[in-house]
């Protein structure tokens, strides 16, 4: 698959519904895509090996997302949440990024927390997700067409993740050129 460098992959990864983009240089969306995962162990006590089947499926249907692009992009940011905000979104983000990091393995991959994003499109760490879409359509001049809520905020926070990380992930797409 051809590599398209300037292009930047957002994902908001989530275990119920997972947002995806692909913005170029010029801040342009190019498209976007709503996951809805529903994964089968999301309820229910919790155990490691469950977390881990969660993690599997979650990676094969992004390995899908991103297969099904005409080109792989330069670079992914992902949105997610950590430690103990949501312990289980946190162990099985990690593991389906590291799965990921194996499927493509020069793909660089950047993580950015839910509250860096809300300060960054929203000047407060506790943005609501309305505050998000406004912020990302004034910097952006984008707004979603999703005809859901869920989807609509799912792709909109994938967005505001690739505008959070935009500095550090140019940088990094430079000084792998």
Do not use: Y
């Not at 905020?153 to 500095?167: G, H, I, N, P």
């Amino acid at each position: 698959m051809e590599r398209s460098v300037a292009n930047i992959c957002g994902i908001d990864l989530s275990l119920r519904e997972t947002g995806l983009c692909v913005i170029s240089p010029d801040m342009g969306v190019l498209t976007t895509a709503f996951l809805p995962v529903k994964l089968k162990h999301h309820k229910g006590k919790l155990k490691t090996l469950r977390d881990w089947e969660d993690a599997r499926e979650l990676s094969r249907r992004l390995t899908r997302a991103l297969s099904s692009l005409s080109f792989l992009p330069g670079c992914l940011v992902v949105e997610m949440a950590g430690g103990s905000q949501s312990n289980r979104g946190a162990k099985c983000g990690g593991l389906a990024v590291g799965a990921l990091a194996g499927t493509f393995p020069d793909l660089p991959i950047v993580v950015v927390t839910p509250q860096a994003c809300k300060k960054a499109m929203t000047g407060k760490g506790g943005g609501s997700k309305a505050e998000v879409a406004e912020g990302v359509r004034e910097v952006a001049g984008w707004r979603s067409d999703a005809k859901t809520k869920k989807e609509r905020e799912a792709v909109t926070d994938a967005v505001a993740a690739v505008l959070t990380a935009w500095d550090n992930v140019v940088v990094q797409m430079a000084r792998k050129a």
